[in-house]
């Protein structure tokens, strides 16, 4: 059996409630003499800020007003942008031994209400903005007792504003009883990019596990590379990832956890975002593609100083080498530009970058503590070696208990307490993991394997191309076809030149068969990745009407 252990120490894991080990580190920050007291500063107003001690009586008074209306161990869902009432909410669902589900604000009400019903969620937090689908994906919901408004009152007999719940006095509530390894705190639902959304069932233990190793990898290995008296309390966080994403989820509680100040941004604006680095002198950030092929390659990057940033953290999809290389070009101070991997189902990430060493160029990093690797042949199941590449495979205490009723979906997904991830990689002898594509997203020509995440770095090198992704298409001879989506830099670019390109750089099965199509924009995730099944459902219906 070939098992991959951490390179790091196993490290002694929480045995408290999650929510118990945040509020102490707010607590911390409230009553240290000299700490820093700023939780939030708004990224539309450095004035308009939050403290730590706001942020803990308003989770009081939430946790306060929900065990009022009868919420106890249930589900509560978040359908907001990023605001700083969303870790207060989390905070005081979590005081009742709750569950946050967080949703997109860009759902629409079939998407909400499919949620809704999904999570069997008993209470809603909304903004005024995003109401009205709210109440109309609730109606059919007999579970929701309860929706809380952030700047508005609403119309319904059960809705409350948020100004109201959190103003509700005081008390000291019911402390539940919670068992760490199976009751849920959160409950995010996966990116949908492999099927229909699920609830991803994610522990007390779970979460805590996760802010515990990843706190070892980050404060005591790779902070101390960039410069040996790092202080997370005088550094600030840009919070522009969505909360309702594992990812920024994690961001955001590695602010508070680390008694830094947040920058929260309701959504990614690019303008904004390069404001905030120049103001607050941003030093490190974690981002996903898209951001760092805009930080690239976007001219409006030149009217700001961004000579700050030293370090740059990449996640939630590959990052090409010439990307890469580009930022750090146009940017001399950037010292590093490293890549993670992790996944909703094991809280965030499974994999990190160690700052500490010279690490090949796209490897995600080395396994976190307390957490074992065995990659397997797609075929067989056959336990593989150092530089065999199949399907990558995780255990720890950070994997999941898996999908909310969805017994079939665990048992295909968590075999014998494996996490099996459906990303296909391979480790050096090192100890270094390279993630090769989605096991899904994979394209056969004539049995061939094409990676579309191979051909869509090197259409990124292309001068004259800003974006691109890459599908297969259907075909009775081959298999499938290569087609590429692009969005052009340059306006005089043709189909043509982007086919000769691609000719002239790769094997003959990888080469576009089925041409170039040029849009505006490549569909993603939050996340950043790529919604493949949306191109090709684009390229079905063209099909369908020839």
């Known amino acids: ?90 905070l005081g669902v979590a005081m009742n031994g709750g569950a946050v589900s967080g949703a997109s604000a860009l759902f629409t009400d079939y998407e909400l209400e499919r949620q809704f019903k999904d999570s069997k969620c008993m209470v809603v937090l909304t903004s005024a903005d995003q109401l009205a689908k709210v109440e109309k994906a609730a109606k059919g919901c007999t579970d929701i007792r309860a929706i809380i408004v952030i700047g508005g009152t609403g119309n319904g007999s059960n809705t409350v504003s948020w100004d109201s719940v959190a103003s509700t006095p005081i008390r000291t509530i019911p402390e539940p009883k919670i068992d760490i390894y199976n009751d849920l705190v959160i409950l995010p639902y996966s990116s949908g990019t492999t099927g229909p959304p699920k609830g991803v069932m994610l522990s007390h233990f779970n979460l805590a596990c996760m802010m515990e190793l990843h706190a070892y990898t980050d404060i005591q290995k790779n902070a101390k590379v960039l410069d040996e008296n790092w202080d997370y309390e005088r550094e600030k966080i840009l919070l522009f990832l969505p909360f309702y994403h594992a990812f920024g989820f994690g961001l955001l509680n590695f602010s508070l956890l680390r008694g830094s100040c947040g920058i929260i941004f309701k959504h990614f604006e690019p303008p904004l975002f390069l404001k905030n680095i120049q103001e607050h002198k941003i030093r490190m950030i974690a981002l996903v593609p898209p951001i760092l092929v805009f930080l690239a390659k976007h001219p409006a990057c030149d009217k700001f100083d961004l000579s700050s940033m030293e370090a740059i953290i990449c996640g939630a999809a590959p990052a090409g080498r010439e990307i890469c290389e580009e930022a750090q070009k146009r940017y001399p101070k950037l010292r590093l530009i490293r890549q993670g991997y992790g996944m909703t189902e094991c809280t965030m990430a499974s994999h990190v970058p160690d700052f500490s060493l010279e690490q090949p160029f796209g490897c995600v990093g080395k396994l976190l503590p307390n957490l074992m690797m065995k990659i397997i042949d797609t075929d067989t199941g056959k336990e593989l070696g150092v530089g065999e590449r199949g399907e990558i495979c995780v255990k720890g205490p950070t994997v999941m208990l898996g999908y909310f009723c969805r017994d079939e979906a665990t048992k295909n997904t968590l075999r014998d307490g494996w996490l099996h991830t459906g990303d296909i990689g391979y480790a050096d002898k090192d100890g270094n993991v390279f993630i090769v594509d989605r096991l899904k997203e994979l394209i056969k020509v004539k049995g061939y394997q094409v990676p579309p995440a191979e051909l869509e770095d090197l259409l990124l090198t292309h001068p004259g191309i800003l974006d691109a992704a890459v599908i297969g298409i259907p075909d009775r001879d081959v298999g499938e076809k290569v087609k590429a989506y692009v969005v052009k830099k340059d306006n005089a670019l043709i189909e043509a030149d982007v086919i000769k390109f691609v000719e002239s750089k790769v094997s003959p099965y990888k080469r576009l068969t089925a041409g170039v199509e040029f849009i505006k924009e490549i569909p993603k995730s939050a996340a950043g990745k790529i919604l493949r099944r949306f191109l090709r459902d684009q390229a079905a219906q063209a099909t369908s009407k020839i």
């Open 1 to 90: 059996m070939t098992i991959f252990h951490s390179s790091y120490p196993s490290l002694p894991v929480p045995d408290q409630p999650y929510h118990k080990m945040l509020i102490s580190a707010i607590e911390r920050q409230i009553h240290t003499p000299g700490a820093n007291k700023v939780a939030f500063i708004h990224a539309e107003d450095s004035k308009n800020v939050i403290t730590y001690e706001k942020l803990l009586n308003t989770s009081k008074a939430v946790g306060t007003y929900l065990h009022s209306i009868g919420f106890e161990k249930n589900i509560a869902c978040a359908v907001v942008a990023n605001v700083w009432q969303y870790p207060a909410f989390f």
